[in-house]
């Protein structure tokens, strides 16, 4: 056998394990035996023990026994437990401080400072404590809702149990990283692919004596919910905690400016391979509490912080094929199935090549030999092709006329916007016709931020739709379980799991529906906002005269693009089925608004000209907090508008002539009970 068969052979076995791995751990429903599991181990130990090439993450010799359970139960977080948006390069950063100084209209030469602190590679974990006691320990979930590990976070020496401080916060939910310490980690090579994965498997372990086991470290950053606490700012905050018994990042700094946020980043990337723990990045935060509470978040990741990324693992391989995937929204997306390479501790067999242009425009063929990239989570891409080893028969790669799945013409589409050709090329049929695209669809549609539907994961969607037991979304919630049951792989307890998940998502908010439906341009922030326009979700199925397309466009927020790919997206007969076959199996929630009875209820406001001290940005979420509207155009819909400096002549002729009230911004300030 030479080397490539062998490696073949070792990849086979090691997806048996997985698949024996999935059915034993997360569906507790074994497909062999423990001999026949034990047999299929040693061959794979043997193989890795006579050929030192073999390598692979799900390796039995890589991971514990125990593979983080899914049983653990679930609790809400007080307050959701947000992502950072990613920076990486210094412009990158100049543009998050242009972002918060226009939002708060502060002038270019305020300095504002940031705790700028080194971004631990580990698992993210909120610990509430109430009167002084830990008392629930969750991990991040979907950040809304995360799995109650208390147990076993109780078993980390770090975490204090009890704090008798004097100023410590009647309740706060105290959040931070778990992670283990490289020195630690040497003595687990054996069993986890890097210090990440071994920290994540031991705290989810279902036996907390097995997590005692593991030196698992706690280094604590920010809160959540809290009641009581006395701090002004976050390094005031840092501080505290260190006071009350938690380990803080000794590396942590108070910075301003945008260059010395990059010096302290270099001397930090400097460090980084001498540092006892993994990091890859630093995080800034605005240091302020009462700026960053004016800046508020946008969808799930705060206006106030970022994470500066360090530069990624990087490796050489060769390119064996290049396929073509389409996506949910029929994008065709080239991708390199590479010679399988360790990456920083990842085996990497696919790297995507973005678009056709990117192909173009490197050039990219198959057989070629490249440079690949892997950066966090993010998938890995081809950095660059080294044409001096390019083979002398290669050829151009041609990107496919038709789609790959369905066989529809594929075209380009001119951005009226952008004034451009777009780089994406997209298979031209609509909605379900294209098998690829409906199957990405219900994807998404169970997908973590949609309808979250535990086990029912992208391969089993895939399997289920081979076997046309779903098709359209509705289809989910209609499954023929004595099927199922039947199915390879499949047993009484696994189905009743899946049901039991699926009927817990039945009763919906329309914001996740609207989102999950999976209407281009449509992500979270914008299915929100739709939400709070429509409440209810027959308002949203009747959208079909011109003028309610009109009216989207008074949303702040919603663009042209938006509004002409939610058009196409009613004027699709496939799509207005789902509709209408999703209500009669859902119970879809109207959308409650955060604070009703705000100050400016049942309110409508435009603003025209350039205000004092407050930029558009923060009065829209000001009105918004307050329970108003904002809205973008002069109508007999708007009840307010509010004039600043030079303002356009045009919307104050026409809010007299509507009658509508106009004020300044003192006046509209009073509204809020504000002076300045
Ligand atoms: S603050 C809203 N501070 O990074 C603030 N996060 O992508 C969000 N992380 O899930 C978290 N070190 O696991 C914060 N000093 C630090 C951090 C940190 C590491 C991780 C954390 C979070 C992720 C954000």
Not at 65 to 92: I, Q
Not at 271 to 296: E, H, P, S, T
Not at 406 to 430: H, L, M, P, Q, Y
């Amino acid at each position: 056998m030479n080397k490539k068969e062998i490696n073949l052979q070792y990849l086979k076995k090691i997806e048996l394990i997985k698949k024996y791995n999935d059915h034993y751990y997360d569906k507790s429903n074994p497909l062999v035996t423990d001999q026949a599991y034990d047999k299929l181990k040693s061959e794979i130990e043997k193989l890795e023990i006579d050929y030192s090439f073999l390598k692979s993450e799900n390796s039995p010799t890589k991971t514990v026994g125990h593979k983080p359970s899914k049983n653990f139960s679930k609790s809400l977080h007080k307050a959701p437990m947000l992502s950072l948006a990613n920076a990486f390069t210094e412009e990158d950063l100049v543009n998050f401080e242009k972002k918060i100084k226009n939002f708060l209209t502060l002038k270019d030469k305020v300095k504002i400072f940031y705790s700028a602190e080194p971004k631990i590679d580990g698992i993210s974990a909120s610990l509430n404590y109430k009167n002084g006691k830990f008392y629930k320990g969750l991990s991040r979930g979907d950040g809304k809702e995360g799995e109650d590990i208390t147990e076993n976070l109780a078993t980390i020496i770090d975490i204090p149990k009890v704090i008798s401080s004097k100023d410590f916060p009647e309740e706060i939910d105290i959040r931070g990283e778990v992670f283990i310490q490289n020195n630690d980690f040497k003595n687990l090579r054996e069993k986890f692919a890097n210090p990440r994965n071994a920290a994540s498997g031991s705290l989810r372990q279902k036996n907390s004596n097995d997590t005692k086991k593991i030196p698992l470290k706690f280094i604590a950053y920010t809160f959540g919910y809290e009641r009581g606490l006395k701090a002004t700012n976050q390094f005031d905050y840092l501080k505290k905690l260190s006071e009350w018994g938690f380990k803080t990042n000794p590396l942590n700094k108070l910075i301003s400016g945008v260059k010395n946020l990059k010096a302290n980043y270099n001397e930090i990337e400097k460090q980084r391979a001498n540092l006892n723990f993994d990091i890859d990045g630093i995080v800034y935060k605005v240091n302020d509490f009462a700026m960053q509470k004016r800046l508020g978040n946008v969808a799930n990741a705060p206006r106030w912080a970022i994470a500066h990324k360090f530069s990624s693992n990087k490796a050489v391989s060769q390119i064996i094929d290049i396929e073509i995937q389409v996506g949910r929204t029929g994008s065709l997306t080239p991708v390199a199935k590479i010679k399988p390479i360790n990456i920083g501790g990842v085996v990497v067999s696919n790297a995507t090549l973005h678009n056709e242009d990117e192909i173009n425009r490197k050039d990219i063929r198959v057989g070629d030999t490249a440079v690949i990239e892997r950066a966090g989570d993010v998938i890995p891409h081809i950095l660059s092709i080294d044409t001096k080893k390019r083979l002398k028969n290669s050829k151009k790669f041609i990107f496919p006329e038709n789609c790959p799945s369905c066989g529809s013409k594929t075209i380009k589409e001119f951005n009226k916007i952008t004034k451009k050709v777009d780089a994406v090329r997209r298979c031209s049929s609509e909605g379900y016709y294209c098998d690829k695209i409906s199957i990405e669809k219900l994807k998404h549609f169970v997908s973590k931020e949609a309808f979250n539907v535990d086990g029912l994961g992208k391969k089993i969607v895939e399997n289920f739709w081979k076997l046309a037991l779903i098709k359209f979304p509705q289809d989910i919630f209609k499954l023929d379980y004595s099927k199922i049951e039947k199915l390879d792989g499949w047993g009484k307890l696994s189905v009743q799991n899946l049901k039991y998940s699926i009927d817990q998502k039945k009763i919906i908010s329309l914001e996740k529906l609207i989102y999950s439906l999976g209407i281009r341009h449509i992500g979270l922030e914008n299915a929100k906002l739709l939400s709070k326009h429509f409440v209810s979700f027959s308002k949203l199925k009747n959208l079909s005269k011109q003028s309610d397309y009109e009216d989207l466009l008074n949303i702040d927020g919603i663009g042209e693009t938006q509004v002409n790919s939610i058009k196409s997206f009613f004027s699709n007969e496939a799509n207005l089925k789902v509709l209408n076959e999703l209500e009669k199996v859902l119970v879809i929630k109207n959308t409650v608004q955060n604070t009703e009875d705000g100050l400016l209820k049942n309110k409508t406001f435009l603003v025209t000209g350039k205000l004092n001290g407050i930029s558009r940005a923060e009065v829209k979420s000001l009105i918004e907090e307050n329970s108003g509207k904002t809205i973008s155009s002069v109508s007999k819909k708007l009840n307010y508008l509010i004039i600043g400096d030079k303002p356009t002549k045009k919307k104050i002729d026409s809010a007299r002539q509507l009658k509508i009230n106009i004020i300044d911004q003192a006046k509209f300030l009073k509204m809020l009970n504000k002076t300045s």
